[in-house]
């Protein structure tokens, strides 16, 4: 994990809060349970006897939000002073932009944020730190300056699969990147580290195709499809996200092809983590998504709890979470409670 956050200044109370905030996210570092947050911020309650509003505006209802949404839970129902609530975006700019202004509006303390435009919700952002209200990104960053950004490792995780992928294919054949839509920060982090992951490590390996599926499991099954049939020689596939990784794993069950294709996914859901156990897909990169909102929660927690006020972040601090390469032969070592 690394940390870009500012150094707390001498004696002001203020920039001391902001940066203990992500000391106490820093503690959670690993694959460990809520009670290393949850005990962590134990004296965060005592800060203050006033009630505390948080809201997380999601990008879309899927696993990876519903699970940070979980860990944020996990920390902030145990302060027993703070009301929490998960709201849908519906993957539209607009709804996000108006669920902002209704969330301001309502004069709440933290505002958790998966923009669905980074560009676009820039201004809602600015908006809510002139009202004095901190916004933490989670996972997808936006351009317009905010308190914190918690994410994956994008880039580095996706280099990883890359040499996991073509240690699999033994250094050569055809693969194709079943893809997200394009315009999204994340997607152009995971393909460039997946690209640069096999210049730098497999550069005998070719990429054939780079197709969008839009992260959903029934349209990779028909983009894959499409490929297939024009590359019928393609050896593995890389699935930005697990969801496409098991559309393509459909299709090689259909095909016949379970054992033959190298099919990597990214994020670690627990349908990925099932499909590598049962010898289908080969492997993904695993985050524990839910100690990703612990650690957003907790930050905000401590935020809130001590008053500082948006205006106070002079620069974004950023976190990013660590991550393992789930194979057959790592997948034993996420237990059942870090599944998503």
Do not use: C
Request: aromatic share 6%.
């Amino acid at each position: 994990m690394t940390s870009r956050d500012e150094q707390p200044g001498n004696g002001n109370r203020r920039n001391f809060l902001k940066s203990a905030a992500y000391g106490t996210v820093a503690i959670g570092a690993g694959l460990t349970g809520p009670e290393v947050l949850s005990s962590s911020i134990g004296q965060a309650r005592a800060a203050t006897d006033k009630n505390l509003k948080m809201s997380f505006i999601q990008f879309l209802p899927h696993t990876v939000p519903a699970a940070w949404s979980k860990g944020i839970e996990d920390v902030l129902l145990k302060q027993g002073n703070i009301e929490y609530q998960l709201l849908d975006g519906q993957a539209k700019i607009e709804v996000q932009i108006s669920l902002m202004d209704t969330q301001i509006n309502d004069g709440v303390n933290v505002i958790f944020l998966q923009p669905v435009d980074s560009v676009a919700i820039g201004p809602s952002i600015a908006k809510a730190r002139r009202a004095g209200i901190p916004v933490i990104t989670l996972n997808i960053d936006a351009v317009e300056d905010h308190a914190a950004h918690v994410e994956m490792s994008h880039y580095a995780g996706a280099m990883d699969i890359a040499k996991a992928m073509g240690a699999a294919l033994g250094g050569k054949g055809k693969v194709a990147i079943i893809n997200a839509p394009p315009g999204i920060v994340i997607r152009d982090q995971r393909t460039n580290g997946f690209v640069d992951g096999l210049k730098k490590y497999h550069p005998n390996i070719q990429i054939v195709a780079d197709q969008p599926a839009d992260w959903d499991r029934k349209k990779a099954q028909e983009v894959f499809t499409t490929i297939l049939a024009a590359h019928p020689d393609v050896a593995g596939a890389f699935g930005v996200n697990d969801s496409m990784a098991l559309g393509v794993v459909d299709v090689a069950r259909d095909k016949g092809l379970l054992g033959k294709l190298v099919v990597f996914g990214d994020d670690g859901e627990k349908d990925a983590l099932e499909s590598i156990e049962k010898g289908e897909l080969t492997g993904t990169q695993y985050t524990d998504v839910y100690q990703q909102g612990r650690f957003a929660a907790a930050a905000a927690t401590v935020i809130a709890s001590g008053g500082v006020d948006a205006s106070s972040f002079h620069s974004k601090g950023h976190l990013l979470i660590p991550y393992i390469i789930a194979t057959k032969e790592t997948v034993g070592q996420i237990q059942p409670n870090q599944r998503w």
